[in-house]
T-cell receptor, first 111, second 113 residues
């Protein structure tokens, strides 16, 4: 059963606007959450992470929000740029062991 | 440059043959992982190793085998018992500590016909 879910397979956003990518999880033991960006035929690139003791982490244009009660996290990209067009995966782990990934959301930023 | 090297980028095999995918890292990371990516299914964990000479099965280990004889190397063998071996295989490593991210190689695309 999928422990990390990304229910939106795709998202299109105008350049300069905000992109919001969502992720839900089921395992309450998860204590570390990550976002990766991936281009076709390449490995995922780490973007940003957050531990369960925080509810927000920011790095430049990227902000991750964690809502533990809803078991939900989101990635905000502001402002969106055409180079942000890629597939984004969320991931989660418990105690640094196995990392579980969602199925990805394909983001297209329209110039 | 530190990083994770997967070779080759593309691999073709006939059905019934075993094939070994290479993964080498020079990041001095303790833990290494193998994932498989199929269209629409995200990344699924095959095997992982936290230390040399030790490894654990992931969610889809059937038909695969690994070894971890050296810290920097974690080869994956896709055996003939794997029913659907054609996929994109990704190797990753991470440093010690609970809040350390996975770092990925660029993957090997395996096609079995």
């Amino acid at each position: 059963d999928q422990q990390v879910k990304q229910n939106s397979p795709s998202l299109s956003v105008q350049e300069g606007r905000i992109s919001i990518l969502n992720c839900d999880y089921t395992n309450s033991m998860f204590d570390y959450f990550l976002w990766y960006k991936k281009y076709p035929a390449e490995g995922p690139t780490f973007l940003i992470s957050i531990s369960s003791i925080k509810d927000k982490n920011e790095d430049g244009r990227f902000t991750v929000f964690l809502n533990k009660s809803a078991k939900h996290l989101s990635l905000h990209i502001v402002p969106s740029q055409p180079g942000d067009s890629a597939v984004y995966f969320c991931a989660a782990s418990a105690f640094g062991n196995q990392f579980y990934f969602g199925t990805g959301t394909s983001l297209t930023v329209i110039p | 440059d530190g990083g994770i090297t997967q070779s080759p980028k593309y691999l073709f095999r006939k059905e019934g043959q075993n094939v070994t995918l290479s993964c080498e890292q020079n990041l001095n990371h303790d833990a290494m992982y193998w994932y498989r990516q199929d269209p629409g299914q995200g990344l699924r964990l095959i095997y992982y190793s936290q230390i040399v000479n030790d490894f654990q099965k992931g969610d889809i280990a059937e038909g695969y085998s690994v070894s971890r004889e050296k810290k920097e190397s974690f080869p994956l063998t896709v055996t003939s018992a794997q029913k659907n071996p054609t996929a994109f295989y990704l190797c990753a490593s991470r440093d010690r500590g609970m809040n350390s991210p996975l770092h990925f190689g660029n993957g090997t695309r395996l096609t079995v016909t």
